[in-house]
């Protein structure tokens, strides 16, 4: 089974502070994707990357960025962290390639709780 | 816009009857896919079935069909014999070019 990992269940920061959500895979997946869900709103995307050292930005990058130094890691940075980033973040990946888009399937970690104090 | 509509926030079901969760959708793309995912309170999202814009036969996988109406454009999850496991948040998505989720469905199943 594809195993995506969230290094944390619950984080609680303080305004300010640079946060990190690490996100490991197993299954040697080219595409990995980082989302944030709030309630009534589902999931946004907010970063997504095909290959290493290279990354997309979703459709919510501001107050973000990421890093994919290796294939099996993906890690998302709140540079200076604030409230309205509290939320839950789900990393994702999956394996086809760019061509067969429309029938990829992806597999999701737990998730991590972040809440900004 | 919204690209995914779940008009339905809670549903209730009583075990071992089947329910359908709603799920409508916004594109001018012809070559499109859709999926169903989710959510129980562990927090991971769990894939449960897809359906390609081109694809004449509703998708079923085990307990789950998707009842897809192309020119509704709509792609409602029917799941049959509801067991107590079936109680999660459910989320309906669409690929044009990125995955977009709707705002989902939380589903209670009653015994």
């Known amino acids: 089974d594809v195993k995506v990992t969230q290094s944390s269940r619950y984080l609680v920061k303080r305004t300010g502070e640079k946060v990190f959500l690490e996100c490991v895979q197993d299954?040697?997946?080219?595409?990995m994707f980082w989302y944030r869900q709030d309630p009534g709103l589902g999931l946004r995307l907010i970063y997504f990357s095909y290959d290493v050292k290279m990354k997309e930005k979703g459709d919510i990058p501001e107050g973000y960025s990421v890093s994919r130094e290796k294939k099996e890691r993906f890690s998302l940075i709140l540079e200076s962290a604030s409230t309205n980033q509290t939320s839950m973040y789900l990393c994702?990946?999956?394996?086809?390639?760019?061509?067969?888009?429309?029938?990829?399937?992806?597999?999701f970690g737990s998730g991590t709780q972040l809440s900004v104090l | 816009a919204q690209k995914i509509t779940q008009t339905q926030p809670g549903m209730f079901v009583q075990e071992k009857e089947a329910v359908t969760l709603d799920c409508t959708y916004d594109?001018?793309?012809?070559?499109?896919?859709l999926f169903w995912y989710k959510q129980p309170s562990s927090g991971e999202m769990i894939f449960l079935i897809y359906?390609?814009?081109?694809?004449?036969q509703n998708a079923t996988e085990g307990r789950y069909s998707l009842n897809f109406q192309k020119a509704r454009k709509s792609a409602n999850l029917v799941i049959s014999a509801s067991q107590l496991g079936d109680s999660a948040m459910y989320f309906c998505?669409?690929?044009?070019?990125?995955?977009?989720f709707g705002a989902g469905t939380r589903l209670a199943v009653h015994p």
């Open positions: 998505a669409m690929r044009e070019e990125e995955l977009i």
């Open positions: 359906q390609g814009s081109y694809d004449e």
């Open positions: 299954m040697d997946h080219e595409n």
């Open positions: 994702a990946s999956s394996s086809l390639p760019v061509a067969s888009w429309t029938n990829e399937k992806l597999f």
């Open positions: 594109t001018s793309d012809q070559s499109y896919g």
